[in-house]
């Protein structure tokens, strides 16, 4: 997707970007004890678990995972298929790379994630230098397929398994040590006609709640506070006669876990069981990531998205009456096939309606293996694209600033997770997944203060 943006406030002029610092030599380096190991996460928070997980497994073999590609012997990028011009954004980015062989002529590249399956047959034609291509179901493999590649064998393993959730494998996270993330569904069986989840991450299989458990009362035990559940449709997990809601109760049992949040829910999946189990229990924050996608029911149908409008509203009706002070945030793509003008004015109709308190937007691109690019034409014209998304960003901008705008003067539950990336405020979220920027010396990380929201910045809360 073309220009893929998240409004949590008002947006203002980027600061021109900071030349970018000379990096030393590999020989100039300190040398670390094992192979070096550099992993370059781009996507979403399921691939930032793979990530965690892929460095897991290559440490129990020996790997150390440096923060600079300048001192790896192995590069690994772990793409994403979702964004336009992925496959692109992989060459280019692993171009850039490359200089760095010119101190190490032994640096391994490799590909793994969802652009793996797509880019198989490609790599050794139009990117020599890659040595590794690995799916997400190689993970287990994955210090074996490393290995291989740096013993100078060009290794493809993007086979699909419908089995694989990596039940007692542990992950090396690169997070705030507050909020740990938990993965408890792989794949997708939806096949809304533009995505392409389905065909690089397989048919949708639950983890085991034992599986779930453990690691979350792992997280417990290293101090985080709060657990993030993970999973395509996480909402329509199910495991033997375990559902989603069942999970919930379980995991808020965990001492230590202080909050829980999920993403990302399918609208379908909301039942009536699982709304109350979340009004009861304290620890699910009250924010939801619901991908409405389209205002326009024919939108919603060419999408195959399996619920109207109106059951989006209904469904968001009930919600708020269960959580009246839930935050909502959504997905909204513009210029999918076939769209009208009519469509887009349903689109903006369902935001004035539904008033959002964030958005990611983006416009229809063609994914290449999805039924809308095999089936479907895509006939909207990029101007219109452009025109349409700057108009749903300019609508979202005014909710989402009246959001920010209507907690001030409110007391906030704050988790702490760290510093700002200034260095000059402590930075924390609210149960509403809101940003807050608060006094130096308020609290640590890990830490629940509770503070009086004071302004907003429009991006975020401002306590004190």
Partial sequence: MTRLVQIRGTRKAPEPPAPAPELPAASELPRIAGPRVYVETLGCQMNEADSALIVGQLAARGYVRVPDPAAADVILLNTCAVREKAEERVYGRTS????????????????????????????????PHIGLVAGPDSYRRIGVLVDRARAGERVVDVALDREETYEGLDGVPDDDGVSGQVTIQRGCDKFCTFCVVPYTRGRERGVAPREVLRQARQLAERGYKEIVLLGQTVNSYVWEDASFAD??????????????????????????????????????????????????????????????????????????????????????????????????????????????????????????????????????????????????????????????????????????????????????????????????????????????????????????
């Fill in 247 to 464: 999970l919930l109760r379980a995991l808020a049992a965990i001492d230590g876990v202080e909050r829980i949040r999920f993403t990302s829910p399918y609208p379908v999946d909301f039942d009536e069981r699982l709304i109350a189990t979340m009004a009861e229990l304290e620890k699910v924050c009250p924010y939801i990531h619901l991908p409405a996608q389209s205002g326009s029911d024919r939108m919603l149908t060419a999408m195959k998205r399996g619920y109207s409008r109106g059951e989006f509203v209904d469904l968001v009706g009930r919600l708020r009456a269960a959580l009246p002070d839930l935050a909502l945030s959504t997905d909204l793509m513009v210029g999918f096939c076939g769209e009208t003008e009519d469509d887009h004015a349903e689109t903006l109709s369902l935001m004035r309606e539904v008033r959002f308190d964030s958005a990611f937007m983006f416009r229809y691109s063609d994914r290449g293996i999805t039924y809308a690019a095999r089936k479907l034409q895509d006939d909207v014209p990029d101007e219109v694209k452009g025109r349409r998304l700057q108009e749903v960003i300019e609508l979202q901008e005014q909710h989402t600033r009246a959001s920010h705008h209507s907690r001030v003067g409110k007391r906030e539950r704050v988790l702490i997770s760290g510093l700002s990336h200034r260095g000059d405020r402590v930075l924390g979220r609210t149960p509403r997944f809101q940003s807050v920027l608060l006094p130096l010396g308020t609290g640590s990380p890990g830490q629940t203060v509770e503070v009086e929201i004071t302004a907003t910045t429009g991006h975020s809360l401002i306590a004190g």
């Fill in 96 to 127: 850039q790379l490359l200089r760095h062989r010119k101190d190490n002529p032994d640096l391994v590249f490799g590909i793994t994630g969802c652009m793996a399956e797509h880019l198989r047959d490609k790599v050794q034609k139009q990117a």
